[in-house]
C-alpha cells in the first residue's frame, strides 16, 4: 500500500515526509521532505553529508543519500500530516557497509540464507523529566520501592496513555505500561516481530515518546544512568529463532526449561562472546554506570555484572523467562537499535555454528550470592575496555563487516579520549591534597 510513496500522501493526507536514518551513535538524523519531491527523494534518496553526522566518513566524501524504505512509513500519530521512514544509506551507487540499518539487513540475510530468522522484542525503560533533564518531573514519586506504583504511574497518565493510544492506532500490539523502579521511570511494553521491524519501531518509539512527553512539557529521556542512586535504564532483549516454516527454533518441549539445543548453543554464543557485544548493547561511557553498579535505593540494580544464565530469575545476564525464548539483560538505552540485535543475531549464530556450550545454569541470587560463582566472566567495566574486546572479535567481525567494527571502534575510541580530557569533582576531592 506503502509502495508509492507520493500516492500514499494523497491517500493519507500527508503533507511531508521525515527521510531518516539512524547512525553509528544511535542519533536519528532527517531531512523534512514536502510530499510534491517525495517521487524523485523515493527513488535517488534524501542527500546527506555523511561526515557531519556521527558515521567514519570526511568531509570530502561523495554525498550520502538515505533511500527511503517505503514499507517502514509511519504516519505520525500527534501529527499524521507527517510520514516516518526509514531508509538505507547509499553512497556511489552501492550500500553503505558501515550503516547500521544495512548491517542488521545483511546479517539477517546471512543467517535467513541458512534457515533463521530471529524475532525480538525490546523493553525500551526510559525516565520523564524535568526539560533540563536535572531531576525527575514528578517530586511526589520518591518512594524507596516505586516499582508498579499505581499513583505515579496515574499522574503521568495524560503522557503514557498518548504514547499508548499511538501504538495501538499503529498495530504495533502494545499490551501493558508501568511505573518501573526507578522514581521518574517507565516502561511500555508492545508485541515483538522480526528483529527489522522491532529495530525500526525501537527507533520510532524513542523519537515518539520524546516528541510526545515534549508535547506535555516533560522530557523523555533513555540514558542508560541518568540518576546514580537510582535503578537505570535497561532496553531487555526477548530474542528467538524461527524456521522458513514458521516454526519456534528455540522451542523443545524435551528441553531443559523448555529450551531447545539450538537456544543453549545461542546462549553459548552471547556467553562467549559477551565483552565484545558490550561495545554494541552498552555503547556509552555512562552504560557501565548501570552494568556493574552498586545496589541502588530501591535495593536492587536489575541490570549484570557478570557473564551468566538462569531460568526465571531476574539476576542474570541471561533468563530464560519461558519456554521457547530467552531474555539478554545486557542492553541499556543507549543500545542502538540496529546494532544491538545484529550483534546478538551474529553472537548466536556463532554459537550454533560452533555448539558452543552455556556451561550449566546457575540458579542463585547473583546479587546476593555472586561473589560463590567461580569462573564466570565479568562484564567489561568501561567503554575502553568494551571497544577493545570488539577490536579483537573475529566473530563480530566477519559477521558484521569490517568496515563497521573499524570505523565503529575509531568513533568510539575518539569518544572515550574526549571523555578522558574530562576532569571531574570526583578527581579534585580526591587528589587535590596528594
Ligand atoms: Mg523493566
Known amino acids: 500500500m506503502a509502495n508509492d510513496l507520493a500516492h500514499a500522501a494523497k491517500e493519507l493526507g500527508i503533507k511531508y515526509f521525515l527521510i531518516s536514518y539512524v547512525d553509528l551513535f544511535g542519533a536519528l538524523r532527517a531531512k523534512l521532505v514536502p510530499a510534491a519531491a517525495i517521487s524523485g527523494m523515493q527513488k ?254 530501591s535495593g536492587a540494580t536489575w541490570s549484570p555484572s557478570s557473564v551468566t544464565y538462569t531460568g526465571n530469575n531476574r539476576t542474570h545476564m541471561i533468563r530464560i523467562p519461558d519456554a521457547g525464548r530467552l531474555e539478554l539483560r545486557l542492553p541499556d538505552g543507549a543500545a542502538n537499535p540496529y546494532l544491538a540485535p545484529a550483534a546478538v543475531l551474529a553472537a548466536g549464530l556463532d554459537g550454533i555454528q560452533n555448539q558452543r556450550d552455556p556451561g550449566k545454569r546457575l540458579d542463585l541470587n547473583m546479587y546476593t550470592d555472586g561473589h560463590k560463582v567461580r569462573g564466570a566472566k565479568k562484564l567489561p567495566l568501561n567503554l575502553l575496555d568494551a571497544i577493545r574486546a570488539l577490536e579483537k572479535s573475529s566473530v563480530l567481525r566477519n559477521a558484521l563487516g569490517a568496515p563497521l567494527i573499524e570505523g565503529y571502534t575509531k568513533l568510539k575510541t575518539e569518544e572515550w579520549n574526549a571523555y578522558s580530557r574530562h576532569l571531574t569533582q570526583w578527581e579534585r576531592d580526591n587528589t587535590l591534597d596528594i
Open 44 to 297: 535517488a534518496g534524501a542527500g546527506f553529508a555523511g561526515f557531519a553526522t556521527w558515521l567514519d566518513m570526511t568531509p570530502a566524501d561523495p554525498d550520502l543519500f538515505a533511500v527511503p524504505d517505503a514499507d517502514s512509513l509511519i504516519q505520525l500519530p500527534w501529527k499524521p500530516e507527517i510520514g516516518w521512514l526509514a531508509s538505507d544509506l547509499v553512497m556511489n551507487d552501492e550500500l553503505v557497509a558501515q550503516a547500521p540499518r544495512n548491517v542488521l539487513k545483511t546479517t539477517i540475510m546471512g543467517a535467513d540464507s541458512i534457515g533463521y530468522q530471529m524475532k525480538t522484542g525490546v523493553e525500551c525503560e526510559f525516565f520523564l523529566t524535568n526539560p533540563d533533564g536535572t531531576a525527575i518531573s514528578d517530586g511526589a514519586d520518591n518512594a524507596t520501592k516505586p516499582c508498579y506504583d499505581q499513583s505515579a504511574l496515574m499522574r503521568r497518565y495524560e503522557v503514557i496513555k498518548e504514547i499508548c493510544d499511538s501504538m495501538l492506532a499503529l498495530g504495533w500490539g502494545p499490551y501493558q505500561n508501568d511505573h518501573e523502579d526507578a522514581n521518574g521511570q517507565f516502561e511500555m511494553n508492545w508485541d515483538f516481530d522480526d528483529a527489522l521491524i522491532t529495530a525500526d519501531r525501537h527507533v520510532f518509539f524513542k523519537f515518539m515518546a520524546r516528541s510526545i512527553a515534549e508535547k506535555h512539557g516533560l522530557r523523555a529521556t533513555f540514558m542508560p544512568k541518568p540518576f546514580i542512586d537510582l535503578t537505570g535504564s535497561g532496553c531487555h532483549m526477548h530474542t528467538s529463532l524461527w524456521g522458513a516454516d514458521g516454526s519456534n527454533l528455540f522451542e523443545d518441549e524435551a528441553g531443559e526449561l523448555g529450551l531447545s539445543d539450538i537456544g543453549y548453543n545461542f546462549i553459548g554464543g552471547l556467553i562467549h562472546n559477551a565483552e565484545a557485544l558490550c561495545a554494541f548493547t552498552n555503547p556509552t561511557v555512562n552504560s557501565y554506570k548501570r552494568i556493574n553498579a552498586p545496589r541502588t535505593v
